[in-house]
């Protein structure tokens, strides 16, 4: 299994970089996760829309899904394309997707390219050779990470990706990252005073806490992303390591982590 950055940014991007957005590939399967602005840019670098099976949104604040029209404008038409694209969505989200047509120009914006699907927030997503497991998060709207794992020739069915999406500390953030190969947290914060403050409950995490659940999960490798990065990124490895006693790295833009 094979996971690329498309972007590490949180909603106030890095200069020069994309939002949330990932490939993640496992046997024959090639599945886009999140499409946050920038995203579909970064992913004309090294596939074309239509190798893809399918995209999965974590949840639908923009910056993990508003390049849904940059792709849809990016993939071929139904008159070119072998078939539309899989699009899974959160629970309830087919009104805001309409919302984004809308705002694209016409209420079928979608409908020649994309095929949506709202999963049920429990059950396995089965997309060709990978499957994705929902485990619902904390954050200021419903939020799902997923563990991944790939099977067909060549890859061991045991081997863990997770993915925390957005997430304030919350019962699915261990969960998910139990004894993954892979740990792809989030780490929005350089603060507790850039979350919202009590009483609301928090929607994002520091490195230290992503490392935190990385190490009582006993998760193999972290890697943090959607973090704010107007320098190297130093103080948030020596934040994490403070946590955390395996390897720890900052995603970089289309840099490919094999698992």
Request: glycine content about 8%.
């Amino acid at each position: 299994m094979r996971v690329t950055v498309l972007g590490r940014s949180p909603a106030r991007p890095n200069p020069g970089e994309a939002c949330a957005g990932y490939i993640v590939e496992g046997g024959r399967s090639r599945v886009m996760l999140d499409a946050g602005p920038g995203t579909v840019a970064q992913l004309l670098r090294r596939n074309t829309p239509d190798e893809l099976d399918a995209v999965v949104i974590s949840h639908m604040h923009t910056d993990h899904c508003l390049d849904l029209v940059t792709l849809r404008y990016s993939y071929p038409w139904i008159d070119v394309a072998k078939k539309r694209l899989l699009v899974i969505v959160p629970p309830g989200s087919m009104a805001q997707i309409s919302e984004l047509a809308l705002g694209a120009g016409y209420v079928n914006f979608f409908d020649k390219s994309f095929i949506f699907d709202e999963h049920d927030g429990k059950r396995p997503i089965e997309i060709g050779d990978l499957r994705f497991e929902p485990d619902e998060t904390q954050h200021y709207v419903r939020t799902w990470g997923f563990r991944v794992q790939a099977r067909g020739a060549g890859e061991d069915p045991n081997k863990i990706f997770a993915f925390s999406a957005d997430a304030g500390p919350c019962p699915a953030l261990p969960r998910l990252a139990d004894h993954a190969d892979l740990f792809l947290c989030e780490a929005a914060l350089r603060s507790l005073k850039e979350d919202d403050p009590a009483p609301q409950s928090r929607g994002h995490l520091m490195p230290a806490e992503a490392a935190e659940v990385a190490q009582g999960a006993g998760a193999r490798k972290l890697v943090l992303t959607h973090i704010p990065l107007p320098d190297d990124g130093k103080w948030a490895i020596q934040e994490a390591k403070t946590a955390y006693d395996g390897p720890i790295e900052i995603a970089e833009t289309l840099k490919s982590y094999e698992i």
